[in-house]
């Protein structure tokens, strides 16, 4: 079993940035590829960005692209997404997930393990 805790998520104005976080525990950190979700009110979960166990390759949606940036420090057992240049439409529920895999994967049903989500609220 891997436990996931996302944090980092709140209230930022169009153009902001933040940083979400998610803290896993329970199992070896760097046998799982990391991933970002998020689910809109009323929408399905979708990728937002990815990284393989190792760090060294990292892939992201094409509303990600250029402003969010995903990180991880097997050390510390966290993944972080730094978001910048926020925009009102990714207002939405940010879910960390886990996959024991070197690679990533685009699709909500190849993760086993998930966060609660963190929510992310971009608002004038």
């Known amino acids: 079993q891997v436990q996931l805790v996302e944090s980092g998520g709140g209230l930022v104005q169009p153009g902001g940035s933040l940083r979400l976080s998610c803290a896993a525990s329970g199992r070896t950190f760097s046998d799982y590829a990391m991933a970002w979700f998020r689910q809109g009110l009323g929408e399905e979960r979708d990728f937002v960005a990815g990284i393989k166990r190792t760090g060294d390759s990292t892939y992201y949606s094409e509303s990600a692209k250029g402003r969010f940036t995903i990180s991880r420090d097997n050390t510390e057992n966290t993944v972080y997404l730094q978001m910048n240049n926020l925009k009102v439409e990714d207002t939405a529920v940010y879910y960390c997930?886990?996959?024991?895999?070197?690679?990533?994967?685009?699709?909500?049903?190849?993760?086993?393990?998930w966060g609660q989500g963190t929510q992310v609220t971009v608002s004038s």
């Open positions: 997930a886990a996959r024991r895999s070197a690679s990533v994967a685009l699709t909500t049903p190849l993760y086993g393990y």
